[in-house]
Antibody, heavy 126, light 107 residues
């Protein structure tokens, strides 16, 4: 059973860069079936997809965050990482890493979040 | 972006009730619709993928239906552990987007 665990600073100052790492255990991050993604959830609010990465390093980002987001993968450590630059209070949220499983749906592949980390609360404050 | 709209935003129900939550997409998404359950302080958990496929380990009282723009999640007989917030999510086009959530509370 795959497990994902987020790690990183819980407090980031405004205008600085938020950095989180997700460590994957019980499965290989190099598997062809999965993408590896980040989702966030401000307190009391809904879920926002940030972006994802494939084992090859191919990425997709939410256009609303694209200019500030970088997702990278380290297959040797079975980890992937999120960097979000120029943060403000609006970026305060619980950040989840997740495994996106591919499902065949006609000619277009579908993806759903099959496994999640427990979440990491990141607060942006001076 | 594809907008996902859930209804109702919240509902009160009793143990044993049949509960249905709906999700509407702003454009056709075929069967690229997935349902999640989230309890307070916990990560979401997938219940249904591809509109109607039950995730392994999820009780059979959960079912999903729909295609195109209109989808539903049904709990056939609500159990105490089902009180939670439910989200739909589309994976037809990036960015993946979620509905705003439906909170199921105890009546």
């Amino acid at each position: 059973q795959v497990q994902l665990q987020e790690s990183g600073p819980g407090l980031v100052k405004p205008s600085q860069t938020l950095s989180l790492t997700c460590t994957v255990s019980g499965g290989s991050i190099s598997s062809a079936t999965y993408y590896w993604g980040w989702i966030r959830q401000p307190a009391g609010k809904g879920l926002e997809w940030i972006g994802r990465i494939y084992t090859t390093g191919n990425t997709d980002y939410n256009p609303s965050l694209k200019s500030r987001v970088t997702i990278s993968v380290d297959t040797s450590k079975n980890q992937f990482s999120l960097k979000l630059s120029s943060v403000t209070a609006a970026d305060t949220a619980v950040y989840y890493c997740a495994r996106e499983r591919r499902v065949v749906l006609g000619v277009i592949m579908g993806y759903y979040f099959e496994s999640w980390g427990q979440g990491a609360l990141v607060t942006v404050s001076s | 972006d594809i907008q996902m709209t859930q209804s109702p935003s919240s509902l009160s129900a009793s143990v044993g009730d049949r509960v249905t939550i709906t999700c509407r997409a702003s454009q056709s998404i075929s069967s690229h619709l997935h349902w999640y359950q989230q309890k307070p302080g916990k990560a979401p958990k997938v219940l249904i993928f591809a509109a109607s496929s039950l995730q392994s380990g999820v009780p059979s009282r959960f079912s999903g239906s729909g295609s195109g723009t209109d989808f539903s999640l049904t709990i056939s007989s609500l159990q105490p552990e089902d009180f939670a917030t439910y989200y739909c999510q589309q994976s037809y086009n990036t960015p993946w987007t979620f509905g705003q959530g439906t909170k199921v509370e105890i009546k």
